[in-house]
DNA sequence: GTGAAAGCGCTAACAA
DNA sequence: TTGTTAGCGCTTTCAC
């Protein structure tokens, strides 16, 4: 940075002042530092800074890299921070890499704010971080005090799904649920309500699963086992809906010809071509602004109490849902 | 760390030998030490390590959020760095996040080398880096001087695919491939000479394609159109394969009945029991390990030639090759 | 716009 | 094992 200043002839700090977009340099001499510091390669030292200032302007983003729709949020999340002048540190957990390790390595770099992705971080894993910094959870209702949450009404998502097999003319719908995954209580409930408020009590059956493509085969099979199948299944997410979709068309059975799915989130794979599947759209985008909105309002506005942001989501119809077969 | 220092009864270097795992300080005193640390919850700040050590300690891995191969490599990746005392410093691209900010972010955070994942990085712009850092590039053959190379021998991994569909009894050996794709050149020509090798001059026959399931599904719908199908095909990648099952499939054409269908990757959703994919498996961890290697050499010991490592393919044969119809 | 001075939290080199 | 001293590259404050 010295050999920045010496050479435009200015002094450090004002060399300082450009690279923070701050004012104070005539637009000639910020132009002439911009471009000598590209000529010397020079570039401002990320841990200089940090050590220097009072904050550290990075928010931590714990995630999993199993997930496509995480890796959505993922992505969503850079220019939401950008936006509001964070940066971003991320985290990976999974095998390989325990998420008290991400953490810990995290809070080292003086993250301000945490926001978790998934489902891996107990919840008094959660209350103890939270006493340390704010810490946002997407995806799921946050039980913990301290903790934010970001997710979509899936209480509402599933009726809609519910909603839509109906009218198409399906009673026998089944759930095939996601355990104690994030939302997945949620996305249960609002099934059951949903069979109640149109008068199905009767039909209503879970088929207890999980959020990847495994569970949902294994659940595709069992009810294969079970005998008369149901015309129409709400899954608990994509991964799952994918995976019974896959096992089914194996077996010969059609979908939606012999039976309707609808998947949850609209992930990457629910739009392609050859899947085409009807779900409930959670929008990455939105779930990743929120989610920075609320570490700003902590951070930025003091706010210090806990809020639960819920966003409405949006049935996408496409080609794995008909009316039933006569 | 005063504070630890204080409690404890010793000085602050002592402290920071502990936290460094170095020698000089009696386990009495070492464990004294991160107790106290534990109790006062006291984390030694990465932002100031870095600054204060001549080297970083970190390297740099850059890679995106779309491909469940890359990803495993990700976590990989991790325990092979913690092994030789390295840090990781992740970066993502992608929609949202260009690769040019993601690299110039981690340069700023003083990384030591640069391992890049994915193809989204052009070889002038790979160039200019491995000016200034050690570059290691994943899954393709780097034709940049400077720049070390990881991968595994692809050339020999489709020879492998082919061998076993001709084993089966196929003649009609199609290949999708990866377009421009890391590897996807090699994979062409391993076909080609694979091809030439059985005998089967006169079947060679090559789809452009690429690595994602919409382009196995193009090519699956062009195979189709153009008339009289092969027996068998050999992907570019898992994600293409699976496109390309996922099209057949839904227009009744049987997987491996009509058309056998060998990936590239063995990455986990070719292992899921719907899937089932006859595939070359690329092992992440090794891919991972060999990266870390070639980075440690160039900055422990002193390595200043380029190398290329290229590891064993192996073909993993599931549900999704057999015998062609008579 | 400048220049001087202080210090973020840590490591390193050395002598004790 | 300990204390001393110095300084990594930057930001901040203040008087000019």
């Given at each position: ?32 530092v911009l471009e000598v510091a590209e000529e010397l390669g020079y570039r401002p030292d990320t841990a200089a800074q940090v050590l220097r200032r009072a904050r550290s302007g990075h928010v ?13 949020i993922v992505e969503a999340i850079y220019p939401a921070a950008e936006r509001v002048g964070y940066d971003i540190a991320l985290g990976a957990s999974g095998p390989g890499r325990d998420e ?50 970001v997710r979509t009404d899936d209480h509402l998502g599933v009726h809609l799904a519910v909603e839509h097999l109906h009218a198409l003319g399906h009673r026998a719908i089944v759930h095939v ?150």
């Amino acid at each position: 940075m010295g050999d920045v200043a010496a050479r435009v002839g200015v002094s450090r700090q004002l060399v300082s002042l450009v690279f923070r977009n701050m004012p104070g340099a005539s637009d000639a001499t910020r132009a002439r530092v911009l471009e000598v510091a590209e000529e010397l390669g020079y570039r401002p030292d990320t841990a200089a800074q940090v050590l220097r200032r009072a904050r550290s302007g990075h928010v931590g983003v714990l995630f999993t890299l199993r997930h496509p729709h995480d890796a959505s949020i993922v992505e969503a999340i850079y220019p939401a921070a950008e936006r509001v002048g964070y940066d971003i540190a991320l985290g990976a957990s999974g095998p390989g890499r325990d998420e008290r390790k991400a953490v810990e390595s995290l809070l080292a770099y003086r993250i301000e704010a945490l926001i978790v992705i998934g489902p891996y971080v107990t919840p008094d894993k959660l209350a103890t971080l939270a006493r340390q910094i704010p810490v946002v959870e997407i995806s799921r209702p946050s039980d913990v005090s301290g903790v934010d949450s970001v997710r979509t009404d899936d209480h509402l998502g599933v009726h809609l799904a519910v909603e839509h097999l109906h009218a198409l003319g399906h009673r026998a719908i089944v759930h095939v649920d996601g355990g104690d995954m994030p939302g997945a209580e949620d996305r249960r409930s609002g099934y059951r309500t949903a069979m109640q408020t149109l008068g199905l009590d009767s039909d209503i059956r879970v088929v207890p699963a999980g959020y990847t493509e495994e569970a949902g085969a294994r659940a595709a099979r069992q009810l294969m086992t079970d005998g008369t199948l149901p015309t129409a299944i709400v899954a608990g997410n994509d991964r799952c809906a994918i995976g019974l979709i896959g096992t089914f068309t194996r077996r010969g059975i059609n979908v939606p010809g012999d039976i309707s799915i609808v998947g949850y989130d609209d992930s990457q794979p629910a739009g392609l071509s050859y899947v085409d599947l009807t779900s409930v759209r959670q929008d990455a985008t939105q779930l990743a602004e929120a989610a920075i909105t609320a570490v700003s309002e902590r951070l930025d506005q003091g706010r210090d109490t806990s809020t639960d942001i819920v966003l409405e989501p949006r049935l996408v119809v496409r080609g794995t849902t008909a009316a039933p077969r006569l």
